[in-house]
């Protein structure tokens, strides 16, 4: 909103900090509590929160399966191995849920009020800088890694962005905001975790990161249930909001079936029946838990992120252990 005179104080100054640069690049939308609560520094707990730790699992556990397709042996290759899941994990997730948060804030003051920097216990501007900074710990950390690593390390940092941020800010869509988050969180971590083992990314190892990434599209969807009013509020066409609660459900559902019917296809086609088999199983076991979710799925997206997302991760590490015998 422009002040009175119709002159933005971004353009009347003729110095504008980092901080005021990036603010209206992403949305210059005021904290909800900024004003009641203000604070000089974070508390140290509502940082570790703001990286968010539970949603570190999931790429460092796809940096592994790469490592463990591409014939990792974990007495020689311990330090490579531990430097990638240190990196998708902690640093490059990390920093992208900061990014994320800060990004969100506006959203977040809706649906998750007593999320750091909405509460006012991560001031404002911290967000950016943490997210900054652990950008560029990340380029760093990612150049350890030989040129594939960096290279890798450099998509993940300028997706994680393309995400929450304007103007692109592709979680606008439904449809292209969950297929990025996919990639980054399963996909490029893997063949990360492969090409810095084996130097070169291999066919088999390529495929299969990517149909396990777009796999993933559905775990995202089900993940935007718990932002369904907040993103219908600010104009984020979620699948939840776009088809509804059940509809949603069962695009996800299906995006998530059909990727591993099609790994199981290919693992049996290049001749390794018995980890097929094993995926098959945990497919089963996963169409189980879709049929409890589509009884209530808006109630149970959370249930099944904790149940069938398990199962799916599973499938991940079965089919990483057949291609170390097929590549």
């Known amino acids: 909103m422009?002040?009175?005179?119709?002159?933005?104080?971004?353009?009347?100054?003729?110095?504008?900090?980092?901080a005021e640069f990036t603010s209206i690049v992403?949305?210059?939308?005021?904290?909800?509590n900024e004003n009641l609560h203000p604070r000089r520094l974070p508390e140290p707990a509502a940082l570790l929160r703001l990286i968010?730790?539970?949603?570190?699992?999931?790429?460092?556990?796809?940096?592994?399966?790469?490592?463990?397709?591409?014939?990792?042996?974990?007495?020689?290759?311990?330090?490579?191995?531990?430097?990638?899941?240190?990196?998708?994990?902690?640093?490059?997730c990390g920093m992208s849920?900061?990014?994320?948060?800060?990004?969100?804030?506006?959203?977040?003051?809706?649906?998750?009020?007593?999320?750091?920097?909405?509460?006012?216990?991560?001031?404002?501007?911290?967000?950016?800088?943490?997210?900054?900074?652990?950008?560029?710990?990340?380029?760093?950390?990612?150049?350890?890694?030989?040129?594939?690593?960096?290279?890798?390390?450099?998509?993940?940092?300028?997706?994680a962005w393309a995400y929450s941020?304007?103007?692109?800010?592709?979680?606008?869509?439904?449809?292209?905001?969950p297929g990025l988050v996919g990639f980054c969180y399963e996909g490029l971590p893997w063949f990360t975790g492969a090409v810095v083992i084996a130097g070169a990314p291999q066919f088999e190892v390529v495929v299969i990161a990517f149909i396990y990434a777009l796999?993933?599209?559905?775990?995202?969807?089900?993940?935007?249930?718990?932002a369904l009013e907040g993103d219908q509020r600010t104009g984020i066409r979620s699948l939840p909001v776009m088809l509804g609660p059940g509809k949603a459900a069962r695009v996800a559902c299906a995006v998530m079936g059909l990727a591993q019917a099609l790994v199981i296809a290919l693992i049996?086609?290049?001749?390794?029946?018995?980890?097929?088999?094993?995926?098959?199983a945990v497919l089963i076991a996963q169409f189980f838990a879709m049929r409890k979710l589509m009884t209530n799925p808006k109630g149970l997206a959370p249930w099944y992120n904790g149940t069938g997302v398990l199962l799916y991760v599973s499938g991940m590490m079965i089919a990483a252990f057949a291609l170390r015998g097929i590549t």
Not at 66 to 88: K, R
Not at 215 to 226: R, Y
Request: proline share 8%; aromatic share 10%; hydrophobic share 50%.
């Open 97 to 159: 849920q900061a990014a994320n948060d800060w990004c969100d804030r506006h959203v977040d003051a809706i649906n998750e009020p007593d999320r750091p920097i909405p509460s006012g216990r991560v001031p404002e501007r911290w967000g950016l800088y943490v997210a900054l900074a652990m950008s560029a710990l990340a380029l760093w950390v990612g150049g350890f890694l030989g040129t594939w690593g960096f290279g890798a390390t450099v998509v993940a940092v300028l997706a």
């Open 2 to 18: 422009k002040p009175q005179g119709g002159i933005c104080p971004a353009i009347a100054s003729p110095l504008v900090s980092l």
């Open 215 to 226: 796999g993933a599209h559905g775990i995202m969807t089900l993940n935007d249930f718990k």
């Open 26 to 32: 992403c949305g210059r939308h005021m904290s909800v």
């Open 52 to 92: 968010k730790p539970v949603t570190w699992f999931p790429p460092m556990w796809a940096y592994l399966c790469g490592a463990v397709s591409a014939g990792a042996v974990f007495g020689d290759n311990f330090a490579l191995v531990s430097l990638g899941i240190l990196l998708s994990g902690p640093i490059v």
């Open 268 to 280: 049996l086609f290049w001749g390794a029946p018995l980890h097929a088999a094993g995926i098959l």
């Open 165 to 177: 941020a304007e103007p692109v800010r592709m979680k606008r869509s439904g449809w292209w905001g």
